[in-house]
Every structure is written in structure tokens, then in C-alpha cells.
């Protein structure tokens, strides 16, 4: 017969293995994002790259005909660097997209780096989300310990008590 003490430790056990997952969930999720997050900033920064030059390049075409050149390039490859920026976030579900996008900052730069190249802090938003995702996954972890001691109080009654 399995005694009282092992069970409260085998329970124990399950807790801590449990939290432990959930600490190495929560630390994959930070890698993950922290990726996302230079991923952006390289697309940004290309995409930047790849859009600056065309504003100084003189075409031998009317202004307004350079200008509309100029825009339809600008356009396009703002599309396609947003598209890019949607792929790469995609898969990060919890985290709002339009959280993400309003953190870049586009107005100034720091430390040399081009404009646009910005560290993309973690929303409010996207943490409350983490939490209740944390809290969900302790009520399940709970309900399973609550099953697992229903499990063995109904096992001690069915064996006969020792003489």
C-alpha cells in the first residue's frame, strides 16, 4: 500500500516539475519574441535602406513622372516590408499586432542606429496576456492535483485498511 507521505511528495513533485515547465515555457516565449523583435528591426532597417536612395536618384523623366516613379517604389516596397513584418509575427500569438507596430518609434534616432531601428519594449497588452495565460495553465495544473488526490482518496477506500 502506497503511504499518505509518498503520495503528498509524489503531488509535491508534480507541482514543482509543473512550475518548472511553465518558468520554461515562459523563458521560451521571451527568446521567441526578443527574436521577432530583431528580426523587425533588420527588416525595418533594410527596408529603409532599400527606400532612402530613390529619393536622391535623378531620373531622366519629368519631375511628376519621377515623383510618381518614386511613390509607386516606396509603396511597394513599404508593402512588402509590412508583409514581411506580418509573416515574421504571425505565429506570436497574444501579442497584438498593433501593439507592435505603434512601439516602433520612426521619429528619431538613436546611437547612430538608422531611423526606424528601434527596440520594440513588451505592451501592457501583451504581458496581461502572459499572466492570464500563466493563471490558466496553474488552474488546469490544479484541477489535474485535485483529480490525481480525488484518485487517491477513492484508491485508499477501496483497499482494506491494515490490521
Sequence with gaps: MVSLTG????RDHAKH????????????????????????????????????????????????????????????????????????????????LRSVLDSIDLSHSTSGAPVGYQPLPIQTEALHRLKERRRALARHINRQLAEVDEYTRQFRSLVPPES
Design 7 to 10: 503520495w503528498y511528495l509524489y
Design 17 to 96: 516539475r509543473c512550475t518548472r515547465v511553465v518558468r520554461t515555457r515562459v523563458q521560451e516565449f521571451s527568446k521567441r519574441l526578443q527574436d521577432v523583435r530583431h528580426q523587425a528591426n533588420g527588416i525595418f532597417e533594410k527596408g529603409l535602406s532599400t527606400i532612402l536612395p530613390w529619393f536622391t536618384t535623378t531620373n531622366e523623366t519629368s519631375p511628376a513622372e519621377s515623383l510618381h516613379q518614386n511613390r509607386k517604389k516606396v509603396e511597394n516596397t513599404l508593402g512588402y516590408v509590412s508583409e514581411l513584418l506580418l509573416r515574421t509575427l504571425e505565429d506570436m500569438d497574444g501579442l497584438p
